[in-house]
Structures are given as structure tokens and as C-alpha cells.
């Protein structure tokens, strides 16, 4: 019984609409392109997110450590591009089970970073990976694009919102075997 319902994105909308809710609108989203941007790039934050391997292709995840974020589907990445590295910034009720789930893996868990540090580790990598599904709204992946580096999401959600698929980044299929997900990053 709203005046108005506003929604993350498109995808959101239409779902509620389905269900009957009326006067739906989308918030438009933005992000503050002075705090995430290119000049950020650090060689000091690559060698922390790397751990050492700077010039290793370098591969960052942001958000929350959890279950619905799909971070398991990582490994598969990791193991069709060798030699390349993860860094996941973010903390989460999965972190420990994250933590064991890729031990041995070339992958570093920075915890949560904030300002400076976390538009650092934005511009600092080389590809940002979103294996999620069930993005709402994706500021990360505006962040990420801010920051002047490629993303590879899911074509589901929100994130069909964002990228253009082949041109402002790719999108990939929702499938838990992510093979296409591991071509795209190479």
C-alpha cells in the first residue's frame, strides 16, 4: 500500500511485479569516483594482496564472506588459470570455512579494508570476480569498473544491470561448474 516501491534494479522490479506489487520505480546507482579510481593503484597493496607475487595475474573479490556469494566456485578459476592469484577482501560468517575450503590455494584474505586501503586493493588488481547470484545491487562492481579494472560476474540478478557483456565487462553463465566463468578471466 505504498505510494511508491523502489527497487536495486530491473530484475528486482520485474520480480515484484510479478507478484502483484504496483507503482515500482528503480533506483539509479552511483558510486563516489573520487574514492574508487586508478590512481589508487599501488605496488605496496599488490604485494600484500599477492602475497609477494606481484606479477602474477591478480584476481579480487569484495563483499561479504558468505555462503550465498558463491566463493567456492573460485577454486575452479584458480585451477584452469594457473599460476594466478585471489585476494578476498571482506569478512563474513564463511571466513573460516573459506579459509580451509582453499588452503594450499595461491589465495590471500585481506579481512575488511576501508577508504584509502580498500580503493587501493580495487585499482591494485587485475580482474574483479563476482561468482554471485543473487546480486541486489552491486555497488561493488561499480566500484570495481571505477577503479579502471575489468569485472566477470554471473549473468543473474542485478549484475545484468551493470555490465554490459563484452563491453563495460563480462558476464557469464549460472552455472556452479564455471568453466566459462575460468575464460573469461583469462
Not at 599488490?46 to 558463491?70: M, N, T
Not at 580503493?119 to 570476480?129: G, K, L
Not at 575489468?150 to 545484468?160: D, I, S, T
Request: aromatic share 8%; hydrophobic share 40%.
Amino acid at each position: 500500500q505504498a505510494d511508491l516501491t523502489l527497487c536495486t534494479s530491473p530484475q528486482l522490479a520485474d520480480d515484484l511485479r510479478s507478484c502483484g506489487v504496483r507503482r515500482i520505480d528503480v533506483w539509479q546507482k552511483g558510486i563516489n569516483a573520487d574514492r574508487f579510481s586508478p590512481s589508487f593503484r599501488s605496488d605496496e597493496m599488490r604485494h600484500r594482496l599477492s602475497d609477494g607475487h606481484i606479477d602474477a595475474p591478480l584476481l579480487i573479490y569484495v563483499g561479504r564472506i558468505g555462503a550465498e556469494k558463491k566463493l567456492h566456485r573460485l577454486k575452479k578459476v584458480l585451477d584452469l588459470n594457473p599460476g594466478a592469484r585471489l585476494a578476498f577482501v571482506g569478512k563474513g560468517p564463511m571466513d573460516a570455512e573459506m579459509r580451509e575450503f582453499f588452503k594450499g590455494y595461491p589465495v590471500h584474505f585481506a579481512g575488511q579494508l576501508v577508504d584509502d586501503e580498500l580503493s587501493s586493493a580495487f585499482a591494485s588488481a587485475d580482474i574483479f570476480v563476482m561468482p554471485s547470484d543473487s546480486e541486489t545491487l552491486g555497488f561493488v562492481v561499480l566500484e570495481a569498473m571505477a577503479s579502471g579494472i575489468p569485472v566477470v560476474g554471473v549473468a543473474a540478478g542485478g549484475l545484468v544491470d551493470l555490465i554490459e557483456n563484452d563491453k563495460t565487462g563480462y558476464l557469464v553463465e549460472n552455472k556452479d561448474d564455471m568453466i566459462e566463468f575460468s575464460q573469461r578471466v583469462k
